[in-house]
């Protein structure tokens, strides 16, 4: 049986991995988006699309520095097979709750575009650049989330057998 401490630390190692592209994906869009965003005219759907681009990357930013927080790089003492199992289960949960999440921002995007199309609106353009910028992050982190995922299901499907099962 391998050990439960060698587990939880392959375990942490793929959540941060996964907070490595997250956080490197948040300081692309604060770069690049960051250096749209100071040379656009607010007139038009670049400056939007680049200035909610920023809000993302501070947001995942964010998130990826709170994840890299709290990984563990030693095992807990008196770490069980069931602590870890839970624990697998809920990032599990967590991810495939944020690949739902990711389809609802994706949609978001449809809708603000659908909006800016109708004649009465006052600022289209935002709308348009807003709902782009919901496109590429949601797709981003729809792909990123469901590999996340996937990957950990994996993993956790290979320490059922300790389980007895």
């Known amino acids: ?30 770069v690049v988006s960051g250096y749209m965003v100071a040379n656009a005219d607010r007139r038009h759907e670049p400056y939007h699309f ?20 709290h990984l563990h790089f030693t095992a807990p003492v008196g ?4 602590d870890l ?3 697998q289960l ?3 949960n967590l991810f495939i709750f944020n690949t739902g999440l990711d389809a609802a921002y994706i949609m978001t995007g ?4 659908a909006l800016a199309r109708q004649p009465e609106q006052a600022h ?7 709902g782009r910028s919901l496109w590429l992050q949601g797709g981003f982190l729809l792909v990123f989330d469901a590999v996340m995922w996937g990957l950990l299901h994996w993993q956790g499907q290979a320490w059922l057998p300790l389980m007895g099962t």
Do not use: K
């Open 85 to 87: 199992l839970q624990s």
């Open 79 to 82: 770490l069980r097979l069931a």
């Open 90 to 92: 809920v990032n599990e």
């Open 124 to 130: 289209p353009t935002r709308l348009r650049g807003f």
């Open 1 to 30: 049986m391998p050990d439960i401490a060698s587990l939880l630390l392959a375990s942490e190692l793929l959540i941060g991995r996964g907070l490595a592209v997250l956080a490197a994906w948040a300081l692309l869009n604060l």
């Open 50 to 69: 680049h200035s909610m681009n920023v809000g993302w990357g501070l947001v995942n930013a964010g998130l990826a520095c709170w994840g890299i927080l």
């Open 110 to 113: 449809f809708y603000l575009q």
